[in-house]
């Protein structure tokens, strides 16, 4: 047998190493954002077309580079910012490694222009498949220009695996702000397809996150600011009262470096608790400082992790800061009239904070109410209630075990509803359906939201609802985030009887909504949507339009303690049980209960 291992030709490692540092257009986007602001500018523009496929270009006022630099920049593992291994615990700089320029020249073509200000004329080089192709001089302004074209045209196979460009740019624009949003004193503007995203002007950190995440967040934000020696905290956090169902606007940095930390979002949500309704996400940009040499750096620069010294005292830090900051704010409280009611008038919310409050509030009613989870939940923690538990299971077994997967019962003409027998809500909550052997008790909200999913599934399958033309067609302003979200789902929008048309400036025209959304309200609608998706927008399990229709599902339904009509009971009644599914929800609720006169007689010792 002959020998059989051979060393990989150059270019084969190079894209493959490249793999890891450059998955999509948005690492790259990263990688070059980061370099500008390492090379010390002040002024970042990137240009982005075809959501990065074609183009992504960065275009800083930097100290730029000497020609042999230019060239060496390209190289694996060349790097001007560490000399030996101590310079690793002194890290300043976002990067470190030399190794992004190698890796996005392994898989695109490039082409950079440089001009430090000693020299007279810049350098410009073409590069593909790792090789300088062309250098020769050019007259520019002091600083850097890197564009890279045609990501992975020579690896065809990644190139299938880009994503849509809806979802790339989303990506891109993710990356953009998390680098933005760190540096409040540089200049950065984001251009795609020639069209202006971002505009951000040098300011505070106040007036970038504003900037960035849009105007409703002016006067609603807390400042936060706590020093030590071993370690600083600040940054803001939203009042309680913009929590959102979504956890998208929370911004965490560990020395102006992007970080995801489950641990960390845990202490700061635990100083918001009490504050906020449970299921819901405060806003933050928190950033913190401490000595380079108490963090592990080490880890891969794509991965957002890391790790900490003393990851203990970081997050009692993070908390204290984060209280501290909210219990000043609540002392002359600043309430705003859009607070939701309920909220609004939560101890905590309406009453200065102090550890005294915070106890009251947790013990109120109205807390209570807000934590409980549901009713099942409730009479099953009731011992004395425990024969109910049996009898539900006993009668409908397959709901509880098997959640989605739960077989439709026929409605038997022995439960069947009695013909043109009476309908009645309970509590503003339930509808109760007599039938021939005993009742129903249907959970409106769940019922409805059945109801509406099988609807609109049938519109995006082929039978689009109905769209109601306004009489006045109402523009809306977004941050460039969600418009860039929303721009991605019109075309199933449209199906759902959503028309919409964007206007430019992360502005949408709504010319028409599905006949019951009511006038007047088309913008708190599609906001609320958004917020909604946004939601489900971790969620793996979901692809992009499902994730749409059961946002869609849960915003539109009937919320318990809708007080419905007569006519609306029977039709809410009469729609359920022709859904296809009518005894769960989307996500395995059940939609009704079914009470057997028989088993209420023993229950009475009858
Ligand atoms: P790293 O950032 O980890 O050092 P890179 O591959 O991203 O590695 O960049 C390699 C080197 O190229 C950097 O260390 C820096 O010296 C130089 N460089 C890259 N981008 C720029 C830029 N925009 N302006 C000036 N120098 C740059
Ligand atoms: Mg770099």
Not at 374 to 392: A, G, M, P
Request: charged share 25%; glycine share 4%; net charge negative.
């Amino acid at each position: 047998m002959p020998d059989i291992i051979q060393l990989l030709p150059d270019n084969i490692a190079n894209q493959i190493a490249a793999g890891e540092v450059i998955q999509r257009p948005s690492s790259a986007v990263k990688e070059l954002l980061e370099n500008a602001v390492d090379a010390g500018a002040d002024e970042i523009r990137l240009l982005i077309n075809d959501a990065g496929k074609a183009l992504v270009q960065v275009i800083d006022n930097g100290q730029g580079m000497s020609e042999t630099d230019a060239r060496m920049a390209f190289e694996r593992h060349a790097t001007s910012k560490i000399k030996n291994i101590d310079d690793l615990f002194r890290i300043r700089t976002m990067g470190f490694r030399g190794e992004a320029l190698a890796s996005i020249a392994a898989v695109a073509q490039v082409e950079l222009k440089t001009r430090r200000s000693e020299d007279e004329a810049g350098i410009y080089l073409e590069i593909e498949n790792s090789v300088v192709r062309k250098q020769e001089p050019v007259a520019m302004s002091v600083g850097t220009s890197i564009a890279m074209k045609n990501l992975f045209f020579n690896v065809p196979a990644r190139r299938n695996f880009l994503k849509t460009n809806a979802s790339e740019l989303r990506h891109i624009v993710d990356e953009f702000i998390r680098v933005a949003m760190s540096f409040p004193d540089i200049f950065f503007s984001l251009e795609s397809n020639g069209q202006q995203v971002f505009h951000l002007e040098k300011g505070s950190l106040k007036q970038r996150i504003v900037q960035i995440l849009g105007n409703s967040y002016n006067a609603k934000l807390v400042s936060v600011q706590e020093q030590t020696d071993y370690m600083n905290v600040f940054g803001f956090v939203g009042k309680p009262e913009t929590a959102k169902k979504t956890r998208g606007d929370q911004y965490l940095f560990v020395n102006n470096r992007f970080i995801k930390s489950a641990y960390l979002n845990h202490a700061v949500m635990n100083a918001f608790a009490e504050m906020i309704p449970k299921d819901s996400f405060p806003m933050y940009a928190l950033f913190i400082d401490l000595d380079p040499s108490q963090l592990d750096i080490n880890v891969h620069p794509t991965k957002q992790e890391i790790k900490f010294e003393d990851e203990k005292i970081v997050y009692a830090f993070v908390q204290s800061a984060v209280k501290h900051a909210l219990a000043q704010f609540s002392v002359t409280p600043t309430l705003d009239f859009d607070l939701d009611a309920s909220i609004q008038s939560l101890d905590a919310v309406s009453k200065p904070f102090t550890s005294d409050k915070q106890s009251s509030a947790a013990s109120s009613s109205l807390f209570n109410t807000f934590t409980k989870k549901n009713q099942s939940h409730f009479i099953e923690s009731r011992s004395e209630l425990k024969h109910w538990k049996d009898f539900y299971e006993k009668e409908t077994p397959q709901q509880e075990q098997s959640g989605q997967q739960a077989p439709i019962p026929t409605l038997t003409p022995e439960n069947q509803r009695l013909q043109n027998g009476p309908v009645f809500q309970l509590n503003n909550s339930f509808i109760v359906l007599p039938t021939r052997q005993g009742y129903l008790l249907i959970h409106q909200q769940n019922a409805h939201e059945r109801i509406l999913y099988e609807r609109f599934n049938k519109a995006v399958a082929g039978k689009p609802i109905a769209t109601q033309q306004s009489l006045f067609p109402a523009t809306m302003e977004l941050s460039p985030a969600d418009a860039v979200l929303l721009t991605e789902l019109i075309p199933d929008l449209n199906l759902l009887g959503y028309q919409l048309e964007p206007f430019g400036n992360n502005s949408f025209v709504i010319q028409g909504t599905p006949a019951d959304v009511e006038q007047g309200n088309e913008k708190t609608a599609i906001e609320r949507l958004l917020d909604q998706y946004k939601h489900f927008s971790n969620d793996l399990k979901f692809n992009k339009r499902e994730k749409l229709l059961r946002a869609l599902t849960l915003q539109q339904s009937v919320k318990a303690g809708v007080v419905l009509s007569e006519k609306e009971l029977q039709s809410l009644t009469a729609e359920l049980f022709q859904c296809a599914t009518p005894n769960i929800t989307a996500n395995g609720k059940p939609t009704y209960l079914e009470f057997y006169k028989e088993e209420l007689d023993k229950l009475f010792g009858k």
